[in-house]
């Protein structure tokens, strides 16, 4: 079945970083795009980045850009986000969510969500 | 930034009401628009598409409607397993942006 698996996260001291990683199974990664999705205790969802079917079109929340980096391996059928710098605000459960397989394609549109990987930034 | 914004935040309902959860966006977003569903400690889950069409196996209670800047999700009979906190997300632009949630608790 389609299935999306986060894993890296954990208690990192703040100003460090972080990769996290999300494997896809059971459809064809590479013909989907891909979303990060965090959601802070207590707090709602928040839509952080998106990259495309060949990873040459993303895009960044304005509160994330220029410290997250978002990537994938269509040969290993897995999507990255790399953190930098981390701060207490960055603590979050992170998704990762399948996109469409272009921006019109609203069938698949985010319906498919991982199980999440938790973020804690210590000080 | 296109902004987000629902009503209400919070309401208190009983089983077998309807439930009207309306989310306005700060500009046109055509219909690229979905809800989603949250329960405590669980992971979102895609109600609606497309402002308006029902995703596959939800029931068929779950209403969506609306287009350009004003939708609504509307649950037609409230049942026991309706309450959640519910989201909507505009992806006609980016970045991409979610309500702030509507929770939806028992009378």
């Known amino acids: 079945q389609v299935q999306l698996v986060e894993s890296g996260g954990g208690v990192v001291q703040a100003g460090r970083s972080l990769r996290l990683s999300c494997a896809g199974s059971g459809f064809t990664f590479s013909t989907y795009g891909m979303h990060w999705v965090r959601q802070a205790p207590g707090e709602g969802l928040e839509w952080v980045a998106l990259?495309?079917?060949?990873?040459?079109?993303?895009y960044y929340a304005d509160s994330v850009k220029g410290r997250f980096t978002i990537s994938r391996d269509n040969s290993r059928n897995t999507l990255y986000l790399q953190i930098n710098s981390l701060r207490a605000e960055d603590t979050a459960v992170y998704y990762c969510?399948?996109?469409?397989?272009?921006?019109?394609?609203?069938?698949?549109?985010?319906?498919?969500w991982g199980k999440g990987t938790t973020v804690t930034v210590s000080s | 930034d296109i902004q987000m914004t629902q009503s209400p935040s919070a309401m208190s309902a009983s089983v077998g009401d309807r439930v009207t959860i309306t989310c306005r966006a700060s500009?046109?977003?055509?219909?690229?628009l979905a809800w989603f569903q949250q329960k405590p400690g669980k992971v979102p889950k895609r109600l609606i598409y497309?402002?308006?069409s029902l995703q596959s196996g939800v029931p068929s209670r779950f209403s969506g409607s609306g287009s350009g800047t004003e939708f609504t999700l509307t649950i037609s009979s409230l049942q026991p397993e309706d309450f959640a906190t519910y989201y909507c997300l505009q992806h006609n632009s980016y970045p991409h942006t979610f309500g702030p949630g509507t929770k939806v608790d028992i009378k």
């Open positions: 990259i495309w079917l060949d990873g040459n079109n993303i």
């Open positions: 969510a399948r996109a469409g397989s272009s921006s019109g394609d609203y069938y698949h549109y985010m319906d498919v």
């Open positions: 497309a402002a308006s």
């Open positions: 500009q046109g977003i055509s219909n690229y």
